[in-house]
């Protein structure tokens, strides 16, 4: 099954549906015969200013049927429990309220309608040495109404986001060393332009491996937060995974404990190989000297 089957697998093509975010690789193309409305930050034209430098196919990129300007979605469509279908690629990692953003896509979906997500595995990005997000923060950020990033998701951010082998996505396979991408500066610059300015700057405010994110949701539901729950799973493949959500959803099918037991699995993965590491100086002596005692005993 390939991406785009997993991402469609209860996609009903003849319902009516919303992709938020495609910029210029939608999934659910108007040009395919899908009868979809797009949200996006811009519209078009702007989006092919945007990406007229970044070697993408600029045809694929649709008329944008919403420009967001942080409006919930209800308004900005002018539709409730209208749509079949939510599609949102690499979207919901940038939201500062998650709770906030499955609720407001509630509200424009039919009871049986169902989102479809794709999301970055942490392992395997630019997130890769920032800690997995937990329920409390995400909880938080919801009581607390936020529509920018805070200054300390900022910081932690721009302080440890980096490339491996000259890219910010990988696959498993993939060797060579990682090396910071932003500077000191960028994390003060940041935080002065989102604690004297309010500024939204867009950065990923949650990381997750696949199954933190999954019992992220199964929690939320436990607790009232989310009405959605899982409908199905498709592990990682290449730098991201993929989980369907809607109210008859089943959701998971194993307890907190086994889940909690695979998170830490998946985070083991997370670990540096220490041979792709250069050594430092005193490491090579040691490593010498350990080499002379076990010549001569």
Known sequence: MN??????RHINKNGHGIEIGPS???IAP??????VHIIDHMNREQLITKYKDHHVNLKNIEEVDFVWRDENYSELTGKSKYYDWIIASHVIEHTPDLIGFLNDCDAILKDEGVISLVIPDKRYCFDHYRPITGISKIIDNHFQKNKIHTPGTVAEYFLNVVSKDGSIAWNSSITGEYNLVHSLDDALQGMSSILNEKAYIDVH????VPHSFRLIIHD?????FIPFQEVV????EGCEYYITLGRNGRGINKSRLEMLNIIESEIKDTEPVSEKFPETPIEKNQSFIKRLIRRFI
């Open 233 to 236: 799973f498709f592990p990682t």
């Open 205 to 208: 405010a949650w990381c997750f």
């Open 3 to 8: 991406r785009n089957e997993k991402v469609l």
């Open 220 to 224: 939320l539901f436990c607790l009232g």
């Open 24 to 26: 210029h690789n939608p």
């Open 30 to 35: 108007k040009r395919g015969g899908y009868k």
